[in-house]
């Protein structure tokens, strides 16, 4: 059985502690990875990249599989190929996708996975530049569509978090510069305000955009006065509104979005009402909602905040509200991170989770990573379960005392909807617990620290860029060739309508 760790000499030791240091500092991924390249040297993990060998996965049926695809491929086989890709396009083929299989190593995993995983694309592509009177149009357009089914696609879920928003600029803007942001992306309260701005800019607009984007009218009216009560609800309002001009159109529906974009934007909303549910706003659910009253309704934190009510374009042009009886609030509350239902509407079966909930983040670990959960990890798990029945049992008490129980059974209940969420995905870049600061929720930073925590979304992001790769390679691949089929199925006055999940 084969050590997650080789042991190194103390000379060894002492060198990695001094590269770790090193990649803490470094302001740039190719400085980084070249660091990780030499620790890995250095602790042996290079060695194991090159081993195929391991029992963490199906080293035999990956190799064989993967032989076979660069002989048909030398071969120019296209029948052959595409009979062969048709027994099966997987991520996780023989637990190659574990997250696992990317801690032994800083700088990646096994190579022959990431040789196998570039094979698939490369074989992907022959298929679909595979001459007509060979593969048929139809023929590629049944096989793309049913490759893409079954192997599913990421989505990049951005949580709730107040001024720790800029921690989601350094992801996204990391994932941007490498080619790796899905077209699928969920956020909520401050996550729905990075979500609106990629589903409103397009990739040229995007370039640097997240590294030097500052929001000025957190800085004019404080969320602490805010907090405080110092700030009466219009002028919370208004401020908010402020801020949102900054960055979110008021008059862009989430389908209008959509193709200016062609990413898929979703924005969460919980019910203001206590037995009411949430709600996903998006392309498909709610094409006409404006985006700026869904993010308005997303930001709209209970207590600090009055709910909101939608409003979307009706068929005159003009706003109208949307379900009008209903009103909305943060929603973190109880859709953060709301994979279920991006499984439902996109077929996503693989969540990147960028992480700076205040509530959370202080409980959470990355247990994914690691080979099993441990004691610490069972210990926190029976304290939320402890604190959410607890909190329940407070929400009854309180709810019969009148209007003000009311009101704090409102606020338990806002907490135990929260408590009862899933905040891990398939790869998590979270906020170390080092680097949280509780006076930055309300946007209280001091002088450079904004650039910091930017600057630590970045790094936090380097060590999962190759697992983020080897993920959506071939689901961006299988995309690119659908969208690149539907337009040529296309009549010329519907080639904008770049829709591939209908």
Not at 18 to 27: A, F, G, N, P, Y
């Amino acid at each position: 059985m084969q050590s997650l760790s080789l042991p190194v000499r103390s000379s060894g030791k002492s060198g990695l502690r001094q590269l770790e240091k090193r990649m803490d500092s470094v302001h740039s991924y190719q400085d980084w990875y070249e660091l990780a390249r030499e620790h890995d040297l250095l602790s042996g993990a290079e060695l194991w990249r090159d081993a195929e060998k391991s029992n963490l996965y199906d080293c035999a049926a990956i190799r064989s599989r993967h032989d076979k695809l660069k002989k048909l491929l030398n071969a120019g086989a296209h029948q052959e190929l595409l009979y062969a890709l048709n027994e099966g396009v997987h991520g996780n083929m023989g637990g190659m996708g574990r997250p696992i299989m990317y801690s032994r190593a800083k700088a990646g995993t096994k190579n022959l996975i990431d040789s196998y995983v570039a094979t698939i694309a490369q074989a992907l592509e022959f298929i679909h530049n595979s001459p007509d009177d060979i593969i048929s149009y139809p023929e590629k357009v049944d096989f793309f569509r049913r490759a893409s089914h079954c192997y599913g696609r990421s989505a990049l879920l951005l949580s709730g978090g107040a001024g720790l928003i800029y921690f989601h600029h350094g992801v996204v803007q990391e994932l941007i510069d490498h080619d790796l942001l899905p077209n699928v992306i969920s956020g909520a309260s401050a996550g729905s305000i990075v979500s609106a701005i990629l589903g409103t800019k397009t990739d040229a607009e995007l370039k640097g955009y997240f590294t030097h984007k500052q929001y000025e009218e957190p800085k004019k009216t404080r969320l602490m006065d805010v907090f405080m009560g110092r700030v009466s609800d219009e002028d919370a309002k208004a401020a908010r509104e402020r801020t949102l001009d900054e960055i979110v159109p008021m008059d862009l529906t989430f389908q209008e979005a959509f193709e200016l974009t062609g990413r898929y934007i979703n924005v969460s909303i919980s019910p203001a009402e206590k037995h009411q549910s949430s709600r996903l706003m998006n392309a498909i659910t709610s094409p006409n909602v404006y985006i700026r009253s869904a993010v308005s309704a997303s930001s709209s934190v209970p207590g600090l905040m009055p709910p909101e009510r939608l409003f979307a374009k009706g068929f005159d042009g003009k706003p109208r509200p949307y379900l009008a009886r209903r009103r909305w609030v943060d929603g973190s509350v109880s859709g953060d991170l709301p994979a279920k239902r991006l499984s439902r509407l996109y077929g996503v079966n693989h969540f990147i989770v960028s992480l700076i909930n205040p509530m959370v983040v202080p409980f959470v670990e990355d247990v994914k990573t690691r080979p099993s959960k441990g004691f610490r990890h069972t210990l926190t798990e029976a304290f939320i379960k402890v604190l959410n029945e607890t909190l329940s049992n407070s929400e009854r008490f309180f709810d019969r005392r009148g209007e003000m129980g009311n009101r704090i059974a409102a606020q338990i209940a806002y907490t135990v909807r929260m408590l009862e969420q899933n905040y891990l995905g398939d790869i998590n870049i979270l906020l170390r617990k080092q680097d949280f600061k509780w006076r930055q929720t309300v946007f209280e930073f001091k002088e450079g620290e904004i650039d910091n925590l930017v600057d630590i979304g970045m790094r936090s992001t380097w060590p999962k860029l190759a697992q983020i790769k080897n993920a959506a390679l071939i689901s961006k691949t299988l995309d690119r060739i659908l969208e690149d089929l539907n337009r040529e199925g296309l009549s010329e006055s519907k080639k904008s309508i770049h829709h591939i999940y209908s």
